[in-house]
T-cell receptor
Framework: DAKTTQPNSMESNEEEPVHLPCNHS???????IHWYRQLPSQGPEYVIH???SNVNNRMASLAIAEDRKSSTLILHRATLRDAAVYYC???????????????FGRGTQLTVWP | GAGVSQSPRYKVAKRGQDVALRCDPI?????LFWYQQALGQGPEFLTY????????KSGLPSDRFFAERPEGSVSTLKIQRTQQEDSAVYLC?????????????????FGEGSWLTVV
């Protein structure tokens, strides 16, 4: 499965926008880009996903580069509750048994300052 | 229940002891997964069930690890003769669909995990 590269850590101030980058230069045409986050002492939770077009939901926005080799998760106004590890994951949906086999990597630790 | 439930939440085991970790997935969810998360690392896949069938167990680190889901709902991860390197958080996750469904979100719902410390 294609790998992703993320910065180890990022910081933001409360109520400011946060742009979390992810590089996936070996992405295939059938890979969806998914983002999960893990709050302290919690299991990971789904944030957003996309294939080619930019996506918005109530939690965040996902901006996908035209060549799909990178993407950015955007939190429009960071809150203290957004402090978590954010994982960028590629999911190849052609193969049924790997649909739930997520390769997390180490993710980006986001610190939000009040 | 409302979410994936795991028990025990915390477990301290002596080296060599057998442990059993339980997962109650969201009601009606077909697919169930177990992940292992070492301190400071991202979760790593262990095994996958579709209903009662264990379709992928390629991530189990050794034959001391065994998972079952006999009636297609509750699952148990058993670790025999625990070693210190087994210390980790064990995460259970479920999803409502069969994995063959193309595309879409197929959101995976995780439990809070069982924290295992082997001393």
């Amino acid at each position: 499965d294609a790998k992703t590269t993320q910065p180890n850590s990022m910081e933001s101030n409360e109520e400011e926008p946060v742009h979390l980058p992810c590089n996936h230069s070996t992405i295939s045409g059938t890979d969806y880009i998914h983002w999960y986050r893990q709050l302290p002492s919690q299991g990971p939770e789904y944030v957003i996903h996309g294939l080619t077009s930019n996506v918005n939901n109530r939690m965040a926005s996902l901006a996908i580069a035209e060549d799909r080799k990178s993407s950015t998760l955007i939190l429009h106004r960071a809150t203290l509750r957004d402090a978590a590890v954010y994982y960028c994951i590629l999911r190849d949906v052609r193969r049924g048994s790997t649909l739930g086999r997520l390769y997390f990597g180490r993710g980006t630790q986001l610190t939000v300052w009040p | 229940g409302a979410g994936v439930s795991q028990s025990p939440r915390y477990k301290v085991a002596k080296r060599g002891q057998d442990v059993a970790l339980r997962c109650d997935p969201i009601s009606g969810h077909v697919s169930l997964f177990w992940y292992q998360q070492a301190l400071g690392q991202g979760p790593e896949f262990l095994t996958y069930f579709q209903n009662e069938a264990q379709l992928d167990k390629s991530g189990l680190p050794s034959d001391r690890f065994f998972a079952e889901r006999p009636e297609g709902s509750v699952s148990t991860l058993k670790i025999q003769r625990t070693q210190q390197e087994d210390s980790a958080v064990y995460l259970c996750a479920s999803t409502p669909t069969r994995t063959a469904v193309r595309g879409a979100g197929n959101t995976i719902y995780f439990g809070e995990g069982s924290w295992l410390t082997v001393v």
